[in-house]
Every structure is written in C-alpha cells, then in structure tokens.
C-alpha cells in the first residue's frame, strides 16, 4: 500500500462516532515538490472518526526533519517542522453544500475503500514552514560585494558608499519631505 493510505472498510461499516487511533512512523517522498527534503520519518498520531457522509481525520503530534537552504548564507541546515493539529473531512460522495474550491475537498477512494492522507500531510508540513528559514539567529550571511560567508571569514570589502547606494531604486526616500 502506498505511503500514508489507510484502509477505511472497518471504521466506515461501524456507527456514528466511532474512532480508531494510528501511529505514524512512515518514510514519506514527494517527487514533484523540490522544497520537502526530509531528513527523518513523519511521525504523528491519526484518530479517524466515523461521521455521517464522512470521516474525520485528526492528525495530532506530528513531526518531520527538513533541509532547508539559509536565505541568508545558503548553507544547507535540518529544522525540525512541527504540526500540533490539522483535521480534514473526508467526503463518501461531494457534499450538498457548495464550495468555492474544489481542491480544498477531500475525498475516499469507495472501490478501495482507502483514505490517502499524503496531500493532507504535504500540506500541513508547508504550513508549517518558518517564514523566513535561517540556520541560526546570529547567521551574518554572505558579503553582498564579493560574496564570502560572514560567518566563516571577515571581508575586506568597503561598505557600499553613499553614492553607490543613492544609485539603488528607493521610492520612498523624499517621503518625509512631504509631510
């Protein structure tokens, strides 16, 4: 069975409520999504929930290693993504309600009777993302004149100039001058 698919038929046959607990421990890949590097299993905890027309899919605990590239010194660092809770619905058939998205449903696959949980759980993993990766709070970054590692060496570049930067596009700069 694939990675992060879940057999249903036994939850779906029972009443109303009832729920059914997993451990994840899987080795997850995503070929078409260059940004998910993993450096460890996704691990987590899943409760499915039987619900009328649909199943209830928490997911709770959940964590990844991810490599990452500093969007300062571009040295590649692990950071470890954490996803506290996520839920989703999944439909037996399209639900009356009308939804603006299509892509936000979620549904089992009946002739199986399966639940793929692998777009669910890429998802939530890019959710999860720090909004800025760095390899470290203090990281110096590179010289933005020859382009040496700050953190490793000091340069000996001057400091872009006042003329050199007053070349620089700065929208903004006769701002004060108006108020």
């Known amino acids: 069975m694939p990675q992060l698919t879940y057999r249903i038929?036994?939850?779906w046959g029972k009443p109303e409520g009832s729920s059914e607990k997993y451990d994840i421990d899987e080795q997850i890949v995503y070929p078409d999504d260059k940004d998910l590097n993993f450096d460890s299993h996704f691990t987590g905890k899943l409760t499915f929930i039987r619900l009328k027309d649909e199943i209830s899919v928490l997911l709770n605990s959940a964590e990844v290693k991810i490599k990452f590239s500093c969007n300062r010194c571009l040295k590649i660092f692990t950071r470890n993504v954490e996803i506290p809770e996520a839920e989703r619905e999944f439909f037996h058939e399209e639900p009356k309600f009308e939804s603006d998205d299509l892509d936000?449903?979620?549904f089992m696959n009946k002739k199986r009777m399966?639940?793929?949980l692998n777009e669910m759980v890429r998802q939530e993993i890019i959710l999860h993302f720090p909004l800025?990766?760095?390899c470290s709070r203090s990281c110096k970054g590179l010289c933005?004149?020859?382009g040496q590692?700050?953190?490793k060496v000091k340069c000996k570049c001057k400091p872009l100039n006042e003329k050199e930067s007053a070349d620089?596009?700065?929208p903004f700069k006769d701002l004060k001058k108006l108020i």
């Open 132 to 134: 800025i990766p760095v």
């Open 104 to 106: 936000d449903l979620f």
């Open 168 to 170: 620089t596009f700065r």
């Open 9 to 11: 038929a036994k939850i």
């Open 144 to 146: 933005p004149v020859c």
């Open 149 to 151: 590692d700050l953190n």
């Open 114 to 116: 399966t639940i793929d």
